[in-house]
Each structure stands twice: as structure tokens, then as C-alpha cells.
């Protein structure tokens, strides 16, 4: 029997569809019939001159292959975010193309590389790190916004809008544009994304057929190089649209050289080459990360180790806190002290699921009650595109997207009592709160103070001290934090309780409340000082950068104490 088509999505634009039929190819290749299908994503449905968000390529084709309308998603590597949703998975990298940055001018420009550009030349570009790296390489030169596909953004190059333009030379090259390459730039002075020149096919991740099947397809060192660049990637905090660039590559089997650059909005970079055993990248990246945080700041480093600070959310719910404490010079040890999982599907919650469209707005205040939200959304039929959203953040968006939702409004900081500020209400609203159990009342009672009638609907409950964290508790501790950080009550206690299964570390209980603990809102600060912690500041707002400051000025001062 011959086996049914493998379902190749896909954006429309010609490069995707060329790194389609790559991976058609390598289907085809292993015997597999295959079929491509052709997706509209948020990015191709703005205007040519709108910044993408991150992301803004990639939610719709995962949405689709989250729903079983494709059986392997294409994307390039730079434009999938590092906070990939748990329910999928990177089954193949293709072997990379050319990762490096081109120069491309008007036909018979005399340019060869960025040191030919006359002072006040404009050079065009949509890239947030194309443009901190150029700048600080020539901040004679002016570097205008130029969005569009490929062929887009060369017509406006010929018709004289810009002087050059600085393309990916993979992208030039599966479009058959090779002719219009000017110049290769040197990834010392322009390191290119993270990802960059990389295709990668993402499956579902309890898909175990697509899974053994993309194993054939998947080129080795092009995914022990992309995962390097995205690790430091993670470590920064940043994404697809930070000016972060890094470039990794395998030199004896046991050793890769990475590459790594941050640059800034007005003209800075910092730079910097590692070799590093494959068996030590993780910690070796995040060091590497806040080196150059601080080079950029024109700060020496400190000779003494970066300061480490215990994080205690989830991996995924921590990365930005990781990036901001890694802009303020520190190191990170993630240990999850909590873990959720959806409730249980009752008559109850889809009552209050099927009445979501009845309110003005629905808030939602996770990625994670998005993601618990979905299957009862299906179960009672409802359409998330007809509900109103607001997302407190871009993470809880992006997951809004994936789920099926077409927007959502989102407040200007990434906190609840922004979102419940500047929410547009009518008067005495109604309002759905989706969040989980042992969530704090503090956004429906901001919400209420304004007038508004709020639902609160459960979705997911809070589990402390999980027992995937109990593995890694013993070696956290045993790099000695100079600081933790709780997020939640519920990641005080939890962390407490995690420390009875740390014989190993020596410290345990008593060990963890010696800490310096920096509380993440008041409730927090509360619970963690009847449970004994050393509570050394409290941060009123959860902005990442804000804690990362305060923790700063306790875990340094630690340091050189």
C-alpha cells in the first residue's frame, strides 16, 4: 500500500516556497510521496512597510500543524522563536546554506563591501541587527527601514530609494539572485542571526512515525551548530528581532566555535569568539551572553565569576528574566519550582468556556492558560476569533495566535496592572479572567475598581515542587546563588519543599533561606517571610528588567563584599 502524501506547509512567498521544495526534495529523496500546502501567516498579511514581530511568519503554520492540516511545518530557522511551544518539535535541519550576510548594490556600483560606501550612503535594511551591527561599523552612513520580500526590497534599491541593501546570501541564492551579491560580509563585523541560512522542519512532537522519518532527514551539523546559536540566543533573552547575531560551527567532533555578537540603537557592538565542548554549551553561552551585555555597557568585566542567580519559574516562563538578568551581568540556574497542567474537563468549565463570547473582553494572563484553554474551547465549539482578546504580553499573544485567535490587544508593559489601566472599557463591563487556581485576585480587582463585572475562569492548576525539578536541585544549590527570586507564593513554598530532597547540596532548607530573595510583588514577599526567606527587596511590577536591577545591586554587591 503506498503511504499517504506527507503534508509539506508552508508560507507562499517564492524563498519559502523554494525552502519547500528543499524539503519536498528530501522527502522525495526517502521514498515518501509528499504534497505542499500553501498557509497565510500574520507577516504576509501586513502592509510592506509594518515591522514584523516575532514570530509574525511562523504562528499560523503551527497553528496548522498543531490541527493536523499539515504533517511537517517549513520554516526558516531564524524566524522560529525560542520559546517554541511544548507540543512541537524541530524534527530536521536541512545542511545549512551560506549563513552570512550580503551587500547588494545598484548594477554598476562600483561598492565591494560596506569601507566603499560614501559617508551619508542609506542603506536599507528591516533588521534590527543588520542595523546596530552596520552602524557601528560606519555611523557615517544612514540606515533606512526597507521591509518586502526579497524581489520587493531589490526594486526599491534599483529605483534609487537606498544606496545598498544587506540580504541573507542563502535567501539570494535559493531565489537564483546570486548575481546581485556585491559583497559577502566577514561575520566578525556582521555577525548574521542566529539560524540564519538553516531550514527547519518542525513536527509535532507525539507524532513518533514523522519523528523516526525527519531522523533520516536531519543534517547533524547543521543542528548541533543552529541549536548552539539558539541557546545563546535563549541566554540573552532576545529574539528573531533583537540585535543579537552569533555564528557557530563544528571544528573536531567535540568542539564547536561560536561566534557572538549583541549590538545596540545607537551604534555600539561588542564581539566576541569561544571554542566550546559539546558538552558544556549551556553554561558556557549564558557567561558568554553577559560578557558581552556588560562589554556593550563599556564596563570591564568583573574578574571574579559572574554572579548566579536562582530562578524559580519554569523554563519557559523564565526566559526573559534570564535575558534581563543577563543584561545586568549575571548568570542564571533555572530551577523550576512549580509546574501546571490543565483541569479536569467538568460540566462547569465549559459553561464558562461556551460563555466567553458574551463578554467584551477576555484577558488572559499566560501562555499557559491559552494553551489549558484550547481543549475545552474545541469541546464546546466556540470560535476564538470571535471573542475579543487582550493579552497581558507578547508571549500570551503569540500563544493567543497559534490557538486560532486572529489578534489581541496587548497594554504597553507587560504587567497586570498596566493591562488593567489602560484596557478600553465601557462602562460596568464584563469581563472573562482566564487564568490558573492559585492565581492572585489582583488584576479582577483593579478591573472591578473599575467599574467593571468580572468572570474568573480556571483552567489550569498550579503543582509546587514537581518532581521533574527534584534532579536538579542538588547541583543549583551547589553553585551557591548569590541570589533567588520568587515569582508566586506558590514558587516560595514550592522551592522550600524541593529543598528536602537536597541531601546532596549539603545546605537544604536552611541553605535556600540564607539566600538573598528578591519577591516579585508583595503577596509573594509576604508568603516568602513567614516561610523564613531572607527577603532583600520587592519588586512591585513584574518587568523583567526591573527585577534583573534589583537583583543586581544585591548579587553584585555580594560579590565584591
Avoid at 530532597?501 to 503577596?523: F, K, M, Q, S, Y
Amino acid at each position: 500500500m503506498t503511504p499517504r502524501p506527507i503534508l509539506i506547509g508552508t508560507r507562499g512567498s517564492a524563498l519559502a516556497l523554494a525552502q519547500a521544495s528543499l524539503v519536498a526534495s528530501a522527502v522525495a529523496n526517502e521514498g515518501r510521496p509528499h504534497r505542499i500546502v500553501v498557509i497565510e501567516t500574520e507577516g504576509d498579511r501586513r502592509a510592506p512597510d509594518t515591522t514584523w514581530g516575532e514570530g509574525a511568519f511562523v504562528a499560523a503554520i503551527e497553528r496548522a500543524l498543531l490541527e493536523g492540516r499539515v504533517d511537517v511545518a517549513v520554516h526558516s530557522a531564524k524566524d522560529v522563536p525560542t520559546d517554541e511551544d511544548e507540543r512541537l518539535r524541530i524534527g530536521a535541519y536541512l545542511a545549512r546554506a551560506d549563513p552570512r550576510d550580503a551587500l547588494v548594490a545598484r548594477a554598476g556600483s562600483p561598492v565591494a563591501g560596506l569601507a566603499d560606501l560614501p559617508p551619508g550612503s542609506i542603506v536599507g535594511t528591516d533588521s534590527p541587527r543588520r542595523t546596530a551591527f552596520v552602524r557601528a561599523l560606519r555611523p557615517d552612513v544612514v540606515v533606512r527601514p526597507l521591509h518586502g520580500n526579497v524581489d520587493t526590497r531589490l526594486r526599491r534599491l534599483d529605483e534609487g530609494e537606498v544606496d545598498v541593501l544587506v540580504l541573507a546570501v542563502a535567501g539570494l541564492v535559493r531565489l537564483g539572485r546570486s548575481d546581485r551579491i556585491s559583497a559577502i560580509l566577514d561575520p566578525s563585523d556582521v555577525p548574521p542571526a542566529p539560524g540564519q541560512g538553516a531550514i527547519a522542519v518542525q513536527i509535532r512532537a507525539d507524532d513518533a512515525p514523522l519523528i523516526a522519518f525527519t531522523a533520516t532527514i536531519d543534517d547533524r551539523p547543521t543542528r548541533v551548530a543552529v541549536e548552539t546559536e539558539r541557546a545563546f540566543l535563549r541566554a540573552t533573552g532576545g529574539g528573531c528581532r533583537s540585535p543579537i547575531g552569533a555564528l557557530a560551527r563544528t571544528t573536531d567532533g567535540a568542539t564547536i566555535r561560536l561566534l557572538a555578537g549583541r549590538g545596540d540603537e545607537v551604534g555600539r557592538s561588542a564581539i566576541e569568539a569561544i571554542d566550546l565542548p559539546l558538552g558544556e554549551v549551556g553554561s558556557a553561552v549564558v557567561e558568554l551572553a553577559g560578557r558581552l551585555a556588560v562589554a556593550l555597557r563599556g564596563e570591564a568585566f568583573a574578574a571574579h565569576s559572574m554572579p548566579t542567580v536562582l530562578v524559580t519559574r519554569p523554563v519557559r516562563g523564565g526566559d526573559s528574566l534570564v535575558g534581563a538578568l543577563v543584561r545586568a551581568g549575571l548568570g542564571s540556574i533555572v530551577l523550576p519550582a512549580i509546574a501546571t497542567r490543565p483541569v479536569e474537563a467538568d460540566a462547569s468549565l465549559d459553561a464558562a468556556v461556551a460563555a466567553l463570547p458574551d463578554h467584551e473582553w477576555v484577558v488572559v494572563t499566560s501562555a499557559m492558560g491559552v494553551r489549558a484553554l484550547e481543549a475545552p474551547a474545541r469541546r464546546v465549539g466556540i470560535d476564538l476569533r470571535a471573542i475579543r482578546w487582550a493579552a497581558v504580553g507578547p508571549a500570551t499573544a503569540r500563544a493567543l495566535t497559534i490557538a486560532g485567535a486572529d489578534r489581541s490587544w496587548q497594554p504597553s508593559h507587560a504587567d497586570a496592572e498596566t493591562l488593567a489601566r489602560e484596557l478600553p472599557l465601557q462602562p460596568r463591563a464584563r469581563i472573562a479572567h482566564v487564568r490558573g487556581r492559585l492565581a492572585g485576585d489582583q488584576l479582577a480587582s483593579l478591573l472591578r475598581a473599575r467599574g467593571a463585572a468580572v468572570d474568573e475562569v480556571v483552567v489550569y492548576d498550579t503543582i509546587e515542587a514537581p518532581e521533574s525539578s527534584i534532579p536538579l536541585v542538588a547541583a543549583a544549590l551547589g553553585r551557591r546563588p548569590a541570589a533567588v527570586v520568587l515569582a508566586s507564593p506558590s514558587a516560595a513554598r514550592g522551592l522550600l519543599a524541593l529543598t528536602a530532597t537536597a541531601t546532596e547540596a549539603g545546605d537544604g532548607r536552611a541553605g535556600v533561606l540564607a539566600i538573598p530573595a528578591v519577591c516579585i510583588g508583595e503577596r509573594t514577599a509576604t508568603t516568602a517571610r513567614q516561610l523564613g526567606y531572607a527577603v532583600a527587596a520587592t519588586a512591585d511590577v513584574p518587568d523583567p528588567d526591573v527585577v534583573a536591577s534589583l537583583v543586581a545591586g544585591i548579587a553584585l554587591a555580594g560579590a565584591t563584599s
